[in-house]
């Protein structure tokens, strides 16, 4: 698959559930509502939209959510695309998750060869934990991470860098993941959905946090990618990896080599547009994937070059009305 920009679509994130146990400030209002499951794809349609974009080019598959680990009988789902891992038509099965269901699910993950996770983590402290996330339990997080890396799998962390929340704390998370044997990645906050803060008080720019932490590092770029956004710098101090993903201060566009899928089937060919494919439909007109693959052409050949999300004072309005949770974090 090759966007009119010539780039080559390689990755596919899917969200299974727009569903998450946590609600994280920057990502969801406390009070949401969720899709009815009958909206929902089931497992089994997931499987069948997802291989056939592993059948059209895709190498990097990744679950996302909401939280995917809560969507029931998630691995059902796991064990049966992890057949395109033993065929060799993928190359990499993985999830993003908030860790709080890995203790319950790390070994079995490992079993259907998940190698690697993302997952979510802003702060190290238990109370600003529970009130960033509004409900969970970092101690239960921490738990899940070991049970991961127990089983084998290989953890990066990503963390959301917030103005006046987890600022003055980044450079103790990046000591401590190191020391753990984890990379760490930080974000910019994306003005995506309405939440119950003001994304202007929220926003750091990463540019500011890179020129705080030369203060205190020595940062050399290097090449390392995992297939997504990241760009990476090396850490002298601790021998550790540390990524960038910076979508508001230096967009990644360039490069983009993925389109997100949500649970209703609904193909997103960039994170910051609302430009949208319906796959649903395809996928349940016939048996065969002719239909399907020829709207997933159609939608890949409207890719834009890039996102227009944009956070200041005169912008209040989120960039654009979906939550993050809705097109797969």
Partial sequence: MIDPFGRAITYLRVSVTDRCDFRCVYCMAEDMTFLPKRDL????ELDRLA???VDKGVRRLRLTGGEPLVRKNIMHLIASLSRHLQSGALDELTLTTNGSQLQRYAAELAGHGVK???VSLDTLD????RAITRWGELDRVLQGIRAAQSAGIKVKLNAVALKGFNDLEIPEMIRWAHGEGMDLTLIETMPMGEIDEDRTDQYLPLSQVRSDLEQRFTLSDNDYKT???ARYVTIAET???????TPMTHNFCESCNRV???CTGTLYMCLGQEDAADLRAPLRASEGDELLSQAIDEAIGRKPKGHDFIIDRATRRPAVSRHMSVTGG
């Fill in 116 to 118: 690697r996770l993302n």
């Fill in 126 to 129: 238990p109370d600003k934990f």
């Fill in 239 to 245: 021998g550790g990896r540390l990524g960038f993903i």
């Fill in 227 to 229: 297939g997504g956004p």
């Fill in 260 to 262: 997100r899928v949500t």
């Fill in 51 to 53: 291989s056939a974009f």
């Fill in 41 to 44: 794809l089931t497992l089994e």
